[in-house]
């Protein structure tokens, strides 16, 4: 047999002063008077897992609370309550913590379409300058090399070079104006080297026209970029590619003298009755002019 359980009297009386009057109320409602002083014998039905084995409302210490209960049948759903009272505004937005600064998105490169000014060192108004140089290309009296003109910058980068000259090579050579003959104020040009530009146009100019023949652009839509003359290689000698060189003509500085090289001649039409350049339109021994526009 256990032994009985024995509250002292001075335990009780003083959680009798802690308690709450509600709660004592309580208590002496819903609970036994008494305490049990016995534990069941060993022999009889033992409580079930979460039943107290003192009854359902008899732990000494806490009566009117109930442990591990089973859950009743649910109620009927209460109607909705009133709407509460609104809330505190929020907290100030500068006490919260500072994310991290965002990188700034980098500017894309103009897109504007890039074009050699012939003649020129320098490029349009607006435009950007890529660099500059002077003409170059093959020798008017080679068959061989090529046939285009190339805008050669003035400070060249070399990789790995052999310094004896090789007569298996294509070869390179200064230009020259040859302009004898033509306008007055080209004629302090002859035997100079024409100078050219590497431009890109303004953002969002992304095409180029160079229309031979004449001076200006299609409409006001296009940006006339620079006019000028066609020039090429004399018709007797190497071919080369026509190209729109600058009106202004503008030489390298201290290049003078009769070098040769690839030579830059004024181009004139050679009219034919009832043929696609017709006389009338063009005219013999007329220098022909052109244009170079973006859009």
């Given amino acids: 047999m256990m032994s009985k359980i024995q509250l002292p009297d001075s335990l009780e009386t003083d959680f009798e002063l802690r308690e709450p009057e509600k709660t004592r109320r309580r208590r002496q409602v819903d609970s036994p008077s008494t305490l049990p002083t016995s534990v069941p014998p060993s022999g009889a039905e033992q409580p079930s897992l ?13 009566s009117g609370q109930c442990f591990l209960c089973p859950a009743g049948v649910p109620g009927e759903k209460g109607c909705q309550g009133p709407q509460g009272v609104a809330g505190r505004d929020g907290r100030d937005g500068r006490d919260a913590p500072t994310g991290p600064q965002a990188q700034k998105t980098p500017t894309p490169p103009s897109d504007g379409v890039i074009y050699i000014r012939w003649g020129n060192d320098v490029c349009p108004e607006d435009a950007e300058l ?24 003035d400070t060249p980068i070399y990789d790995e070079v052999e310094t004896s000259l090789h007569n298996e090579r294509a070869r390179l050579y200064s230009s020259e104006y040859q302009v004898s003959g033509g306008p007055s104020r080209m004629q302090s040009s002859l035997d100079q080297t024409p100078t050219c530009a590497v431009c890109r146009a303004p953002s969002g100019r992304t095409s180029k026209l160079m229309i031979p023949a004449r001076n200006v652009c299609p409409s006001q839509e296009w940006r006339l970029e620079y006019a000028g003359y066609i020039m090429a290689q ?6 080369t590619e026509f190209v729109c060189v600058d009106r202004e003509m503008v030489p390298k ?22 043929d696609g350049l017709d006389c009338g339109p063009y005219i013999d ?8 526009c973006t859009i």
């Fill in 253 to 274: 500085a201290g290049t003078l003298g009769n070098q040769n090289g690839v030579l830059l001649h004024l181009t004139e039409v050679r009219c034919q009755v009832g």
């Fill in 130 to 153: 890529i660099y500059s140089g002077t003409i170059g290309g093959a020798h008017y009296t080679h068959s061989g090399s090529g046939s285009n003109y190339l805008c050669m910058p």
């Fill in 50 to 62: 979460g039943q107290n084995p003192f009854g359902p409302y008899s732990w000494p210490m806490y």
């Fill in 234 to 239: 004399r018709y007797n000698q190497k071919r």
């Fill in 285 to 292: 021994g007329y220098e022909i002019t052109c244009a170079v």
